[in-house]
């Protein structure tokens, strides 16, 4: 009797102890800020149009709202996914991806033995921005960029992160 030999996507999750997934994360806070800023822009409109213009502005404002939002928080995921595939994939051990929350940011916390990786940003499509942050130290970018240059981008927080991080916190 053979055994079977996993594939070499199960190896690699496998050795990082990641499952593979990185959990969603719609903010139900920054939905919420759509909802009361939505609310304001189109009261503003009951003098001019009333009520029924108010409550038009107000649907249009909030599902253009949660749309972005959604939009934003995919392409988000959709960068921390492939930064972390792109690691484990160079030989970084990955324990786990979660998510996380400060302030109005949309965060991933990716816990390494070496510490842990908080990646996230503005999830908001037209205005998105990507950040990642390592031991107090913290970058940011346009989302739209970060996604363009996943590899080199990938390539890079990997030579700082789990090549020149473990160096120095070795010494």
């Given at each position: 009797?053979?055994?079977?030999?996993?594939t070499?996507?199960?190896?690699?999750?496998q050795e990082s102890g990641w499952s593979g997934t990185v959990p969603s994360a719609v903010d139900a806070r920054i939905l919420g800020?759509?909802?009361?800023?939505?609310?304001?822009?189109?009261?503003?409109?009951?003098?001019?149009?009333?009520?029924p213009t108010a409550l038009a502005a107000f649907a249009v404002l909030v599902g253009g709202g949660v749309g972005a939002h959604v939009l934003g928080e995919r392409r988000l995921r959709r960068i921390t996914d492939g930064l972390?595939?792109?690691?484990?994939?160079?030989?970084?051990?990955?324990?786990?991806?979660?998510?996380?929350?400060?302030?109005?940011?949309t965060e991933w916390t990716v816990h390494t033995p070496d510490g842990e990786?908080?990646?996230?940003?503005?999830?908001?499509?037209?205005?998105?921005?990507?950040?990642?942050?390592?031991?107090?130290?913290?970058?940011?970018?346009?989302?739209?960029e970060a996604e363009e240059n996943l590899d080199a981008l990938a390539k890079g927080l990997y030579a700082e992160f789990f090549d020149i991080g473990s160096a120095t916190q070795r010494a």
């Open positions: 009797m053979q055994l079977e030999q996993p070499q996507v199960e190896q690699s999750t800020l759509v909802v009361v800023v939505g609310g304001l822009a189109a009261s503003v409109n009951i003098p001019y149009g009333g009520v972390v595939e792109r690691w484990v994939d160079a030989g970084a051990h990955i324990e786990d991806v979660t998510r996380s929350s400060d302030g109005m940011r990786i908080r990646i996230g940003g503005l999830a908001l499509v037209p205005i998105s921005r990507f950040s990642v942050e390592w031991q107090g130290v913290g970058d940011t970018m346009d989302a739209s």
